[in-house]
């Protein structure tokens, strides 16, 4: 068995590796939501990552066996290094997932990374085979969450319902539709949210530090979820003086237009207390499933402890389905 990074110019390797991940992240998972070809391709060739993405592969013969998707943050959190090894089903307990996760490591330990983090699902009853290998191998929790599941379209009485219940807590707030491309006239209030985010929202014990978000980084992220295919739909919560004071983002891809993500959603704390993200959330959602009218399905993952996020969740009719450790390990 050979183990190593694969060429990612290499049109047949990098599809080959995407399809070993695929098949092993949905083994018995219904509601598995693995990136498209596209989007994996272009992150692992693109030279403006804000995460440089290293893709390994344990290989015998002409068979991927299984992979290990290694992400090295380049912007912030440079001493975190992220690891998903994923072995197919008839390749389990041959030592495959040891070998590549041993890869992982090394890969990060070269790169001068101390923290290493990776996610693991788990059933909403029952045990993972994946979160018991990571924790004898020295994983421990971070933090939980909760995959949640909305099944689209919602009839519009729903979302009148939500808007008129939030309405009477935020006249003094605008909400306004985005699209793919964020207005000048907005840049300075969403760095200044995509910043705080990490701290903000709860992070549990994992050792990650707060994202710097400044218009460069914004526009190159913009540019690189175009060649993925990749389709956002935002709304943002404005004070009577125009200051950006919440938002919240969704997103599609061309090459699986069925599935919806629902992405962060947060409001500035001193602007809590006016049902902005219940407010924030319907209208966006409305907005999304008009634009969107493929989609049946959005994800959304919420920490375990975030009460107010979940409950939002909850009344926009999402349901849970499974449960996601966020594990980490010190090298």
């Known amino acids: 068995m050979w183990v190593g990074e694969i060429e990612v110019h290499d049109d047949d390797q990098v599809r080959h590796f995407w399809r070993a991940g695929k098949e092993a992240d949905s083994f018995e998972r219904s509601y598995a939501a693995f990136w498209s070809l596209q989007s994996a391709t272009v992150a692992f060739r693109s030279a403006h990552n804000s995460v440089e993405q290293r893709p390994i592969a344990a290989i015998e013969g002409s068979e991927i066996l299984?992979?290990?998707?290694?992400?090295?943050?380049?912007?912030?959190?440079?001493?975190?290094?992220?690891?998903e090894p994923l072995v197919r089903p008839a390749y389990r307990r041959r030592g495959v997932g040891t070998a590549l996760l041993e890869a992982g490591l090394e890969l990060a330990r070269d790169n001068g990374r101390t923290t290493v983090v990776a996610e693991v699902n788990i059933p909403l009853a029952g045990v993972s085979a994946g979160y018991d290998f990571m924790a004898r191998r020295g994983f421990a929790t971070g933090i939980l969450d909760i995959h949640r599941v909305l099944e689209l379209p919602l009839d519009e009485s729903v979302f009148d319902a939500l808007a008129a219940r939030a309405a009477p807590h935020h006249g003094d707030y605008e909400l306004v539709g985005i699209g793919d491309v964020l207005p000048e006239e907005y840049m300075a209030g969403y760095c200044?949210?995509?910043?705080?985010?990490n701290t903000e929202a709860p992070m549990g014990d994992l050792d990650l530090q707060p994202?710097?978000?400044?218009?460069?980084?914004?526009?190159?992220?913009?540019?690189?979820?175009?060649?993925?295919g990749r389709h956002g739909c935002a709304t943002v919560a404005l004070a009577?003086?125009?200051?950006?004071?919440?938002?919240?983002?969704?997103?599609?891809?061309?090459?699986?237009?069925?599935?919806?993500?629902?992405?962060g959603t947060l409001v500035a704390k001193e602007h809590r207390g006016h049902r902005l993200g219940l407010a924030l959330k319907a209208a966006n959602l409305r907005t999304y499933q008009r634009r969107f009218p493929e989609?049946?399905?959005?994800?959304?993952?919420?920490?375990?402890?975030?009460?107010?996020?979940?409950a939002i969740n909850e009344t926009l009719g999402f349901r849970p389905v499974e449960r996601l450790a966020e594990l980490q390990r010190k090298l």
């Open 66 to 83: 299984g992979v290990n998707q290694v992400g090295l943050p380049v912007l912030d959190n440079t001493h975190v290094a992220y690891v």
């Open 192 to 197: 200044a949210l995509s910043s705080a985010f």
């Open 211 to 228: 994202e710097v978000w400044d218009a460069d980084r914004v526009r190159q992220a913009e540019a690189r979820f175009r060649e993925q």
């Open 240 to 263: 009577h003086d125009g200051t950006l004071v919440g938002l919240t983002e969704m997103m599609t891809t061309d090459q699986q237009p069925e599935i919806g993500h629902q992405s």
């Open 295 to 310: 989609v049946t399905t959005v994800h959304s993952w919420n920490a375990e402890d975030n009460g107010p996020m979940v």
